[in-house]
């Protein structure tokens, strides 16, 4: 079998002979680390995005993305509004403005999140402004190679995802365009706003893609959301159905009818009291499961069974201390998974620089021999 078809079963829940090796990418200051513990130098390019299409020499499977544009157009430009010895205030081209520490950063990774200080929608007009700048059709949506692409894809054995890792989310997109604190007054102070919202988006989301899915055959759709912090989802259950069932399942079915048969939601924190929820809008693949927040795979596993896949859940805490702490990790977690079937295994998120290079190519072989690809 191809790598597309061991995909497809694994993500319908069934046991294989096979399993793709995949992982998400590394911290900047990761990859500076490893040089210096003697990662090949032509390895540099191994930031945050490279992991994901795979690569020789980690022995990461090749996956391909259908990278379209799904952000504002025209946008707002990058702006610099304020500057000093450590910090940085900017506009940036989705028109939020942040407050970043500029010590410690590396290939374009800070040591710590940006504080957010404003957002481009604050209310109706505002509003008005921001989706005037999302027409689907817009010519430099799909990149001028498209077509070349298409032509390729159409003779691969290796999966294509449709849209780029981070490209759409229901309630992310709210969420980058009023602002957490915004949207969560905003579901109470004005729901006929974030209905509009909501619905906008969809129907951008199913414009844009008309054409990439009557030309593609794509193997899994992702949804990135990362709407949960380690207490819990940033909206409960009720808000869910009120405003996201519907938009969720209608896409969904769409992309259905269209031959995609798997859909992934990305989402960080501890999600797991809006997973029955996903699972009943059709969602069936959840990913990167982070560990400080406890969404524990094995058990996840025995609560939603094998209609839900599950990516990820390799703790990159442990991961950072050692070889005993990584065989303590991975033989606890991927053979009883691996032997149900319905799991890939890897890290529970980019690679933080506390992983020295030696430890990581310990884990990396471990993992292989794990998956009897040893």
Not at 31 to 60: I, K
Request: aromatic share 14%; with cysteine; hydrophobic share 40%.
């Amino acid at each position: 079998m191809t790598h597309r078809e061991y995909l497809r079963r694994i993500l319908a829940g069934q046991a294989t002979d096979w399993v793709p090796n995949y992982e998400l990418g590394c911290w900047g200051q990761t990859v500076e680390r490893w040089l210096a513990e003697g990662m090949p130098a032509n390895q540099a390019r191994v930031g945050s995005t490279d992991m994901f299409e795979g690569d020789e020499h980690f022995r990461l499977d090749r996956r391909s993305f259908a990278r379209l544009t799904t952000g504002m157009i025209p946008d707002y430009g990058y702006q610099v509004l304020e500057e000093g010895e450590r910090y940085l205030v900017a506009r940036h081209a989705n028109g939020i403005v942040t407050k970043a520490l500029k010590p410690g950063t590396v290939r374009g990774t800070r040591m710590s999140m940006d504080t957010y200080l404003s957002f481009p929608v604050t209310d109706r007009a505002s509003w008005n402004d921001v989706k005037r700048r999302y027409d689907p059709h817009a010519p430099v949506r799909y990149p001028f190679w498209w077509d070349e692409q298409v032509r390729l894809w159409k003779e691969r054995d290796y999966p294509v995802v449709l849209l780029g890792n981070a490209s759409f989310g229901l309630y992310s997109q709210l969420r980058c365009w009023a602002g957490t604190e915004g949207i969560s007054y905003m579901f109470y102070d004005d729901p006929a706003l974030v209905q509009e919202m909501i619905e906008f988006n969809t129907e951008f989301l199913l414009g844009l893609l008309d054409r990439a899915l009557r030309e593609v055959q794509f193997d899994y759709f992702n949804f990135f959301e990362d709407c949960a912090g380690k207490g819990g989802p940033l909206f409960g259950p009720p808000l869910f159905r009120k405003f996201f069932m519907k938009p969720y399942r209608r896409i969904v079915e769409c992309l259905r009818r269209a031959g995609i048969k798997s859909f992934w939601v990305d989402s960080d924190g501890d999600v797991e009291a809006l997973i029955p929820l996903w699972m009943e809008a059709g969602i069936n693949c959840l990913w990167p499961l982070e560990q400080a927040s406890g969404m524990d795979p094995v058990r996840l596993r025995k609560k939603f069974g094998s209609d839900l896949a599950l990516c990820g859940g390799l703790d990159k805490r442990e991961i950072a201390k050692g070889k005993r702490a990584i065989e303590k990790e991975l033989y606890a977690k991927m053979p009883p998974l691996l032997e149900q079937g319905g799991y890939i295994p890897h890290i529970d998120h980019t690679v933080p620089p506390e992983v020295s290079y030696d430890d990581f190519m310990f884990y990396m072989e471990l993992k292989l021999k794990l998956m009897g690809r040893g």
